[in-house]
């Protein structure tokens, strides 16, 4: 078996966040978004799995924010996204943005999809 070392060096960490906005690598975006070794970009919302579907293969696990409160995901985005092979970890969007912060100095294959606080 060979082992390659995946390098996430173009992935960058969630520096804050606000009321409708977040801070990711020293510039700050409104709304929902997602963010990943592919970059930032904004997020549809729960509707929008296209977004979150597009990471199945650069990513193990996404964590997905709910706001300021966890709630559940919707049965089908949830059934999608693992038929896909996408790990998910559904919480709250602060205490999402830490754990992606985290996993991703680690050098994790991590990506995530959060909604405003």
Known sequence: MRLNEISFTDAV???GYGPG???VGGKAVDGPLCVS?????????IDDSETLLALKDEVDVLFVGTGPETTHLPATLRNT???????VEVMNSPAACRTYN??????????LAVLPV
């Open 13 to 15: 960490p969630v520096d």
């Open 21 to 23: 906005f977040f801070r």
């Open 37 to 45: 070794a592919k970059g930032t970009q904004t997020w549809g919302g």
């Open 81 to 87: 996204l693992e038929a896909a092979g996408l790990g």
């Open 102 to 111: 985290v996993l991703l100095s680690e050098g994790r294959r991590v990506a």
